[in-house]
T-cell receptor
Framework: GENVEQHPSTLSVQEGDSAVIKCTYS??????FPWYKQELGKGPQLIID?????GEKKDQRIAVTLNKTAKHFSLHITETQPEDSAVYFC??????????FGPGTRLSVLP | DTAVSQTPKYLVTQMGNDKSIKCEQN?????MYWYKQDSKKFLKIMFS???????INETVPNRFSPKSPDKAHLNLHINSLELGDSAVYFC???????????????FGPGTRLTVL
């Protein structure tokens, strides 16, 4: 089955700096890769996703890149703000089924 | 107008009891899910259900059972609760069960279960 690794497990950045979180997956058939943000006491919320037919996707300060050959994808957050502090999860799935989540990255943005 | 809602938000109970967590989605989605998030924040799928097919993660004990009275609801019943069942349980829903254009899952706010 699919296995998703995520690094780093914790990340601290200064406000205004960029943050990068990386994930690798094992099943080359996976074709959908969402990123979720989980704030304290809340459920995970989708922030961006990418499909296997696309190499990069951007939404304002957030971007995701996908390297299918290497089976890894990354989340990039630019101009970080304190409200970006949360736990971020990557996931891999095949057509939205059998989501497998990474273990999460706790991002702290220091003012 | 909450998209995916769960009740209760907190549940504290004794070992050996039977309890239920309710989930409702008003998004018109076809598929619903239950996840367990342990103390280390690891999210693991327990069930997916789309009113035709129930897919069970084989690692889930049979003390856990999903019940769906209709497409908008998927409740989680837990029998003979154990200490290790303490976790946060999330319900989620998605538009399609697979092969669709929109595979995104939308999560509820979670239910924190504490077994004493």
């Amino acid at each position: 089955g699919e296995n998703v690794e995520q690094h780093p497990s914790t990340l601290s950045v200064q406000e205004g700096d960029s943050a990068v979180i990386k994930c690798t997956y094992s099943d080359s058939a996976s074709n959908y890769f969402p990123w979720y943000k989980q704030e304290l006491g809340k459920g995970p919320q989708l922030i961006i996703d990418i499909r296997s037919n696309v190499g990069e996707k951007k939404d304002q300060r957030i971007a995701v890149t996908l390297n299918k050959t290497a089976k890894h994808f990354s989340l990039h957050i630019t101009e970080t703000q304190p409200e970006d502090s949360a736990v971020y999860f990557c996931a891999a799935s095949l057509y939205g089924q059998n989501f497998v989540f990474g273990p999460g990255t706790r991002l702290s943005v220091l003012p | 107008d909450t998209a995916v809602s769960q009740t209760p938000k907190y549940l504290v109970t004794q070992m050996g009891n039977d309890k239920s967590i309710k989930c409702e989605q008003n998004l018109g989605h076809d598929t619903m899910y239950w996840y367990k998030q342990d103390s280390k924040k690891f999210l693991k799928i327990m069930f997916s259900y789309n009113n035709k097919e129930l897919i069970i993660n084989e690692t889930v004990p049979n003390r856990f059972s999903p019940k769906s009275p209709d497409k908008a609801h998927l409740n989680l019943h837990i029998n003979s609760l154990e200490l290790g069942d303490s976790a946060v349980y999330f319900c989620a829903s998605s538009p399609a069960g697979g092969g669709g254009l929109s595979d995104t899952q939308y999560f509820g706010p979670g239910t924190r279960l504490t077994v004493l």
